[in-house]
């Protein structure tokens, strides 16, 4: 079993940065691939970015390539995104979510067994 809990959400300009984490507990995160989602009111839930178990290998969204950067710490449980030059449509609140898998699938939610509960980012006009 696995909890994840996101952090670093809130409200920004347009053209700023933030970081968000998520907190993994556990003994084994550094065997998962983890993957940031985000879901916009009305929308379904979208990819963003995904890591694998070492951080060698890396997938990113059209939407946020070259803008966003996802990266681990495994002696810290944690995996990070660094979210530059955000845009009114990065708003969403934003899922980290986990999985043993790692192929062009962790693309999307179905093979992740694991997920918290989501921050809010606002980026405002």
């Known amino acids: 079993q696995v909890q994840l809990v996101e952090s670093g959400g809130g409200l920004v300009q347009a053209g700023g940065s933030l970081r968000l984490s998520c907190a993994a507990s556990?003994?084994?995160?550094?065997?998962?691939?983890m993957g940031w989602f985000r879901q916009a009111p009305g929308k379904e839930r979208e990819f963003v970015a995904a890591?694998?178990?070492?951080?060698?290998?890396?997938y990113y969204a059209d939407s946020v390539k070259g803008r966003f950067t996802i990266s681990r710490v495994n002696a810290k449980n944690t995996v990070y995104l660094q979210m530059n030059s955000l845009k009114p449509e990065d708003t969403a609140v934003y899922y980290c979510?986990?999985?043993?898998?790692?192929?062009?699938?962790?693309?999307?939610?179905?093979?992740?067994?694991?997920w918290g509960q989501g921050t809010q980012v606002t980026v405002s006009s």
């Open positions: 556990g003994r084994t995160f550094s065997t998962y691939t």
């Open positions: 890591i694998n178990w070492s951080g060698s290998n890396t």
């Open positions: 979510a986990a999985t043993t898998y790692w192929a062009i699938a962790v693309v999307t939610t179905t093979p992740y067994d694991y």
